[in-house]
């Protein structure tokens, strides 16, 4: 690849997979409020991006963004580095599942490659990290996610949760404090039409959850 990938490019090639993962193109928009900048400073970069060589991203004015192949390889590279640092920080430093986002966000672009094979292997190659997410294989391939939104389930319905798409230190401690965590089992006890707040229980403890955090909780269903 002959253009350098600099932590700014990095960067976006990461929020820009995130945002497309369920399959539609990201806005300008979307990205500049992930990034905090301004969307003309991300339409210029986006135009960067698609003019380099090879180009990382495909982009249309007012249709949004997607990764090109080359992209969506590099994005998955600093993704399996962020993933990997979170685990080894949790099983290895001791590090709570609220502290490790912003250690890993310096960390994943300046490992070896070497160094991420070698934590992969100290930790056994795992699937998950720490909040569940489903960490890129090392060749660089996403495995299948077939986990449903904590927010599609009504009463009576029970899972497993798998993952928490958060990286807020202060949503996180709260959720562990309710007992929400990857490998705990949740029942769906009432939904709310009107705020489509939802009433769950986990353990003992039974709690109501708006769509806000609902909507950030990942399940297998059972």
């Known amino acids: 690849m002959e253009q350098t990938l600099t932590i700014s490019i990095q960067d976006y090639l990461k929020h820009i997979y995130e945002l497309t993962d369920r399959g539609a193109p990201a806005s300008t928009n979307a990205l500049a409020e992930r990034l905090k900048i301004k969307p003309a ?21 007012h249709q949004g963004v997607t990764l090109t192949k080359d992209g969506k390889k590099a994005a998955l590279e600093v993704i399996r580095h962020h993933r990997l640092l979170e685990a080894w920080l949790v099983q290895t430093l001791g590090y709570s599942w609220d502290e490790v986002h912003e250690e890993a966000e310096r960390l994943e672009h300046v490992i070896s490659e070497d160094f991420e094979r070698r934590i992969a292997a100290a930790m056994g190659h795992p699937l998950r990290d720490p909040h569940g997410e489903l960490i890129p294989t090392a060749d660089l391939k996403m495995p299948l996610d077939d986990s449903t939104p904590l927010s ?71």
């Open 41 to 61: 400073s991300v339409t210029g970069m986006i135009q960067k991006l698609a003019a380099s060589n090879p180009p990382l991203v495909e982009y249309q004015k």
């Open 152 to 222: 599609a389930l009504r009463p009576n319905q029970t899972g497993t949760i798998q993952c928490v798409k958060a990286a807020d230190d202060e949503l996180l401690r709260h959720l562990e404090s309710l007992g929400i965590t990857p490998g705990a089992s949740i029942e769906v006890k009432e939904y709310s039409s009107y705020d489509h707040n939802l009433t769950v229980k986990v353990g003992k403890k039974t709690s109501v959850l708006g769509l806000n955090i609902t909507s950030k909780i990942f399940v297998e269903e059972s």
